[in-house]
């Protein structure tokens, strides 16, 4: 089946690291997309990563992808309070280019 | 370029009533898609069309939901009659051809039924 889970929850204090966990299901997925959701706003893509890597780094957002495991995990270092929004990972179910999103999860970042 | 429209923005309507979403899709994004999102959740794909046919439409409530996309640029998604778990946000995307391409949202339309 899809299913794409995500822990719901996350607080940081500002300047720390946040790490965001996700797992999905379909193992022939060729990307996997982090996507940002503010209060009122549509999604705003952050990231992506291809299946045949197990990392990216982008500024301050580091994506780890284990294939075995079905694991894909977001970094955000030295996370803002402008960080703060809900995250949803997302997978592209290959042939269809149908995107299957995660639960999402909500990063709260205290001052 | 300009980015997905979508309107209305908000709506509020009584169950057993009908309404309507309209989406103008990016420029030249021959992928349109519309999801539900209902408060706490992540988005749920309705309907997928590419071009002006339909590419998945397997969880779409077929007896009171009905989307079209004539000639392959806007699309309108309908509900008739409305129940109150029809209340969320209905998200349209669109996107180029192709195994990564980025998914372009509107804002969304906020449905309350009352």
Same mark, same amino acid.
């Given at each position: 089946?899809?299913?794409?889970?995500?822990?719901?929850?996350?607080?940081?204090?500002?300047?720390?690291?946040?790490?965001?966990?996700?797992?999905?299901?379909?193992?022939?997925?060729?990307?996997?997309?982090?996507?940002?959701?503010?209060?009122?706003?549509?999604?705003?893509?952050?990231?992506?990563?291809?299946?045949?890597?197990?990392?990216?780094?982008?500024?301050?957002?580091?994506?780890?992808?284990?294939?075995?495991?079905?694991?894909?995990?977001?970094?955000?270092?030295?996370?803002?309070?402008?960080?703060?929004?809900?995250?949803?990972?997302?997978?592209?179910?290959?042939?269809?280019?149908?995107?299957?999103?995660?639960?999402?999860?909500?990063?709260?970042?205290?001052? | 370029?300009?980015?997905?429209?979508?309107?209305?923005?908000?709506?509020?309507?009584?169950?057993?009533?009908?309404?309507?979403?309209?989406?103008?899709?990016?420029?030249?994004?021959?992928?349109?898609?519309?999801?539900?999102?209902?408060?706490?959740?992540?988005?749920?794909?309705?309907?997928?069309?590419?071009?002006?046919?339909?590419?998945?439409?397997? %969880?779409?409530? +077929?007896?009171?939901? &009905? @989307?079209?996309? $004539?000639?392959?640029?806007?699309? =309108?998604?309908?509900? %008739?009659?409305? +129940?109150?778990?029809? &209340? @969320?946000?209905? $998200?349209?995307?669109?996107?180029? =051809?192709?195994?990564?391409?980025?998914?372009?949202?509107?804002?969304?339309?906020?449905?309350?039924?009352?």
């Amino acid at each position: 089946g899809e299913d794409v889970e995500q822990s719901l929850f996350l607080s940081v204090r500002e300047g720390d690291s946040s790490v965001i966990n996700c797992t999905y299901t379909d193992s022939s997925s060729t990307y996997l997309y982090w996507y940002k959701q503010e209060p009122g706003a549509g999604l705003q893509l952050l990231t992506y990563i291809f299946s045949n890597m197990d990392m990216k780094q982008d500024q301050r957002l580091t994506v780890l992808l284990n294939k075995k495991d079905k694991h894909l995990s977001l970094r955000i270092a030295d996370t803002q309070t402008g960080d703060s929004a809900i995250y949803f990972c997302a997978e592209i179910v290959s042939g269809t280019y149908k995107y299957i999103f995660g639960t999402g999860t909500r990063l709260k970042v205290l001052a | 370029e300009a980015g997905v429209a979508q309107s209305p923005r908000y709506k509020i309507i009584e169950k057993r009533q009908s309404v309507a979403f309209w989406c103008n899709p990016i420029s030249g994004h021959a992928t349109l898609y519309w999801y539900q999102q209902i408060l706490g959740q992540g988005p749920k794909l309705l309907i997928q069309f590419q071009n002006n046919g339909v590419v998945d439409d397997s %969880q779409l409530p +077929k007896d009171r939901f &009905s @989307a079209e996309r $004539l000639k392959g640029v806007d699309s =309108t998604l309908k509900i %008739q009659p409305a +129940k109150l778990e029809d &209340s @969320a946000v209905y $998200l349209c995307a669109s996107t180029r =051809t192709g195994p990564n391409t980025e998914a372009f949202f509107g804002q969304g339309t906020r449905l309350t039924v009352v």
